[in-house]
Structure formats: structure tokens, C-alpha cells
T-cell receptor
Framework: GAVVSQHPSRVICKSGTSVKIECRSL??????MFWYRQFPKQSLMLMAT?????????EQGVEKDKFLINHASLTLSTLTVTSAHPEDSSFYIC????????????FGPGTRLTVT | EDQVTQSPEALRLQEGESSSLNCSYT??????LFWYRQDPGKGPEFLFT???AGEEKEKERLKATLTKKESFLHITAPKPEDSATYLC??????????FGAGTQVVVTP
């Protein structure tokens, strides 16, 4: 299957600072990438859909000014959590859709964000 | 609105004891149904995509089937390394995956 990487795997930051998370599709080009958030013992919650070269589409209730998404190339999308607060602490996971043939969606390993 | 319901919530199996997980769905214009495996602290690992009713796919001890209303993930003679949370998701006309809550499977030796 296709490979999606995320960096960093875990990050601790202080309240009020910003954190950037990178998501890369390593062996395919992804026009569409997705960002999810997962709380303990819960399923994945879609935050936004990222399309290469255009603005991201955010799900209802997700603050676009707080969670900045950039999809500048066909292999890289970034999520920046601006002015982070402890309630932003969570597990963030990206995914990329492989549109070469089957539209399968592959996930990265996730980033554990802790805001102190 | 697309909905996905997985059952049971949790399943405890003895090694070698086969079982099935259920994923019931309602979706506007099904484009695909996905199964993933997720280990604690990791991202979901892709298992299968099923596109139409009657389709079946197999991978090692896992077999996924699809009808117009539900999908089953059959685990044959499971081993402890099959312990994980199994997630089902539907891809509908909205263009994004709608996930179920998952089934947590524990296989004991």
C-alpha cells in the first residue's frame, strides 16, 4: 500500500505558541489530503479537506483561523495550530487519497500534540 | 446524513476462535466502504476497500464482504497480533469518509 508520513510524531508546546505538522505522501501524488483529530477511545473526527492549490474546506465547528492548512504541492500538506491552548491537545492524523486507480485513502502515523 | 454503526463495541476472542465484526451503514451514493486496523497511538492502517454489493476481499486471516446495507469483517483463527481496533468507513457522495466508532478486538493466547 501507499505510504504517508507525518512529522513530528509528538510535540509539546507552551500555551500561546504555534505548532506546524507536516504530512507527506511518499510514493504517490495526492490532490486531496485530509486532517483528522482523535480523542482518547473515540473515532476519527474530520477537521478539514485539503486540496492542492486551493483553500481547504473546513468541517462545521472547526476554526479555520486556528487550524491553518496549506497544501502547496501534490505531496505535502501542513496543519498549523495557532495560539495553541491546552484544549488543543490531541492526536492529529492526516490522510491522503491515492487517485491513481482506486481512490483508496491512506493514513499517516499521527502526531501527538500536548499543550502545557 | 451518512451513518455508520459498528458492532460489537468490543470483542474478546481466544486464539483460534473465529468471529465476525459488523458494519451497518446508510449513505447517499456509496462510492466505497473501507476497513482499517488501528493500534493504540498509531494512525489507521488500510485493510480493504469494497465498492459494490457482493464484493469480497481477503488478506491473510481477514475477509471483508459487502451487501447493500452492511459489511462484515471475518477474522479466521485469530492470533494475538490481530488484537487492534477495527474501523469501518463509508465514502459517499459528499466525498469524505464517515467513520464508525470501531470494534476493539482482543485475542488472548
Amino acid at each position: 500500500g501507499a505510504v504517508v508520513s507525518q512529522h513530528p510524531s509528538r510535540v509539546i508546546c507552551k500555551s500561546g505558541t504555534s505548532v506546524k505538522i507536516e504530512c507527506r505522501s511518499l510514493d504517490f501524488q495526492a490532490t486531496t489530503m485530509f486532517w483528522y483529530r482523535q480523542f482518547p477511545k473515540q473515532s476519527l473526527m474530520l477537521m478539514a479537506t485539503s486540496n492542492e492549490g486551493s483553500k481547504a474546506t473546513y468541517e462545521q465547528g472547526v476554526e479555520k483561523d486556528k487550524f491553518l492548512i496549506n497544501h502547496a504541492s501534490l505531496t505535502l500538506s501542513t496543519l498549523t495550530v495557532t495560539s495553541a491552548h491546552p484544549e488543543d491537545s490531541s492526536f492529529y492524523i492526516c490522510s491522503a487519497r491515492d487517485e491513481r486507480q482506486s481512490y483508496e485513502q491512506y493514513f499517516g502515523p499521527g502526531t501527538r500534540l500536548t499543550v502545557t | 446524513e451518512d451513518q455508520v454503526t459498528q458492532s460489537p463495541e468490543a470483542l474478546r476472542l481466544q486464539e483460534g476462535e473465529s468471529s465476525s465484526l459488523n458494519c451497518s451503514y446508510t449513505v447517499s451514493g456509496l462510492r466505497g466502504l473501507f476497513w482499517y486496523r488501528q493500534d493504540p497511538g498509531k494512525g489507521p492502517e488500510f485493510l480493504f476497500t469494497l465498492y459494490s454489493a457482493g464484493e469480497e476481499k481477503e488478506k491473510e486471516r481477514l475477509k471483508a464482504t459487502l451487501t447493500k446495507k452492511e459489511s462484515f469483517l471475518h477474522i479466521t483463527a485469530p492470533k494475538p497480533e490481530d488484537s487492534a481496533t477495527y474501523l469501518c468507513a463509508v465514502w459517499g457522495s459528499w466525498g469524505k469518509l464517515q467513520f464508525g466508532a470501531g470494534t476493539q478486538v482482543v485475542v488472548t493466547p
